[in-house]
């Protein structure tokens, strides 16, 4: 019964590619979403484990999260890094880690840290050693397959990262240490102390004579967004280096980009975003709070999106059903011959339904792998979605459900049609077909 079914699929040919083509793009939009929201959900989760807050200067808390946590985004400014004393000094506060981001290095952003950053993600390392001085820095598994940079190699940051900013040819870093593979922002990074983007700029001692020289009139805060934005955001981000770098001008202090916190116990959670926000100049943001908000709102679209593909796949089996209908009204007389031929109503019955079965499962397999194919491509075109963990090499539990769904719609659609066969009145039928 399997070939006869094939045989009337084929015999179809238009309908069946019709139906199939629908049924794969309800599955393979359902796919991406599911592919899409899962790992970004998941890879928001990854980076942002261990940090209870983020303190910075004022304006959107999102803006602060995804450009300190996440490094896709704008900073909101820069903040005095004698706020890393007051918190440290807070006894609800269990640690605090200073960021300050300036330069890149071939797209890659250059994060002047502490190498508890390190081992907030688990970062371990595979060569050399972590960082102990000024312009010596460790790359993400990323970045050294990237770049190609090894142990030793020395390269010169330049100011921004859309590739033709100023570059600090006086100062340049020495690849120390080269991490392991993350699965976290960690991986596309390139981390040194803290005093190398304050020196690059002209606001620390070098460690070498005339190192130190002030190359561009700014702060040592270019704040640009990850490595792979649209270059067409860098004139916006300019001018929030400006900005930046004039306010540490005014106030000649050493400033930092921001602060990851985390605490020692859940008092801090109730006090300190609330007396940070009400009683000082700078802005507190709590990853979950601001993760949860985004999600929320893009869930708006997802859910609308994950609508109109379930409506798809409810018209395509729609589409299948009376599809079905119309050619066993066609093929009364071939099921009335196969009846006279010993065939079981049962038989046939199964014959009708697996018809459906094998549309859907075309158009449910070809969805999925539409689905992944269009996942791979908007990785490797968007350096963007590639950087936040998007992938199309892994399989969701819920793809497999999707996939059974739309089988089941499909043996479903067929079921109406397919039990007219026990209604066949073969004698009337065999007259009326001579």
């Known amino acids: 019964m399997a070939g006869l079914s094939l045989a009337y699929l084929k015999d179809r040919a238009l309908n069946t590619t019709l139906n199939v083509l629908l049924l794969t793009l309800s599955v393979a939009t359902l796919v991406i979403l599911v592919l899409f929201s899962s790992q970004l959900a998941e890879r928001f989760d990854r980076d942002a484990r261990g940090i209870d807050l983020v303190v910075g200067a004022k304006g959107s808390p999102l803006q602060l999260i995804l450009s300190s946590i996440y490094q896709v985004d704008v900073p909101t400014g820069n903040i005095p890094l004698s706020t890393v004393d007051l918190l440290r000094a807070d006894p609800t506060v269990a640690e605090v880690i200073p960021l300050a981001l300036g330069d890149s290095f071939r797209g890659y952003r250059i994060v002047g840290t502490e190498p508890a950053y390190v081992a907030n993600f688990g970062g371990t390392l595979i060569?050399?050693?972590?960082?102990?001085?000024?312009?010596?820095?460790?790359?993400?598994?990323?970045?050294?397959?990237?770049?190609?940079?090894?142990?030793?190699?020395?390269?010169?940051?330049?100011h921004g990262l859309s590739g033709d900013g100023h570059a600090h040819e006086e100062t340049p870093y020495e690849?120390?240490?080269?991490?392991?593979?993350?699965?976290?922002?960690?991986?596309?990074?390139?981390?040194?102390?803290?005093?190398?983007?304050?020196?690059?700029?002209?606001?620390?001692?070098?460690?070498?004579?005339?190192?130190a020289e002030d190359h561009d009139d700014h702060a040592g805060h270019d704040y640009d967004g990850d490595g792979h934005q649209d270059h067409a955001a860098d004139a916006h981000d300019d001018r929030a280096d400006d900005e930046a770098a004039h306010a540490a001008h005014a106030g000649g202090d050493l400033e930092v980009t921001a602060l990851l916190i985390k605490y020692?116990?859940?008092?801090?959670?109730?006090?300190?975003?609330?007396?940070?926000?009400?009683?000082?100049?700078?802005?507190?943001?709590?990853?979950?709070?601001?993760?949860?908000?985004?999600?929320?709102?893009?869930?708006?679209?997802?859910?609308?999106?994950?609508?109109?593909?379930?409506?798809?796949?409810?018209?395509?089996?729609?589409?299948i059903f009376v599809a079905l209908y119309s050619a066993l009204r066609q093929r009364e007389g071939d099921m009335a011959m196969l009846r006279v031929m010993g065939a079981r109503p049962g038989a046939i019955f199964g014959h009708i339904v697996l018809e459906g079965v094998l549309l859907a499962a075309a158009g449910a397999l070809l969805g999925v792998a539409v689905g992944h194919a269009v996942v791979a491509a908007s990785a490797a075109s968007f350096p963007?979605?590639?950087?936040?963990?998007?992938?199309?090499?892994?399989?969701?539990?819920?793809?497999?459900?999707?996939?059974?769904?739309?089988?089941?719609?499909?043996?479903?659609?067929?079921?109406?049609?397919?039990?007219?066969?026990?209604?066949?009145?073969?004698?009337?039928?065999?007259?009326?077909?001579?």
């Open 127 to 158: 060569e050399g050693e972590m960082f102990a001085a000024d312009y010596q820095a460790v790359i993400g598994a990323q970045v050294a397959r990237e770049t190609g940079a090894g142990l030793g190699q020395k390269f010169v940051g330049s």
């Open 175 to 211: 690849v120390v240490g080269i991490l392991a593979p993350t699965g976290t922002v960690l991986d596309r990074l390139i981390v040194t102390p803290v005093g190398s983007i304050w020196a690059a700029h002209g606001f620390a001692p070098p460690p070498a004579e005339g190192a």
């Open 264 to 319: 020692r116990s859940s008092m801090a959670a109730v006090r300190l975003p609330n007396f940070i926000n009400k009683q000082t100049e700078l802005q507190a943001a709590a990853p979950a709070v601001e993760m949860t908000r985004l999600l929320s709102l893009l869930g708006v679209g997802i859910d609308a999106v994950r609508a109109f593909a379930v409506l798809l796949m409810a018209t395509s089996g729609l589409s």
């Open 384 to 434: 963007q979605l590639r950087d936040m963990g998007l992938t199309a090499a892994r399989f969701e539990p819920a793809e497999f459900v999707i996939v059974m769904a739309a089988i089941g719609m499909g043996a479903l659609a067929a079921l109406i049609p397919a039990l007219k066969v026990f209604r066949v009145d073969i004698a009337k039928t065999l007259a009326d077909t001579r």
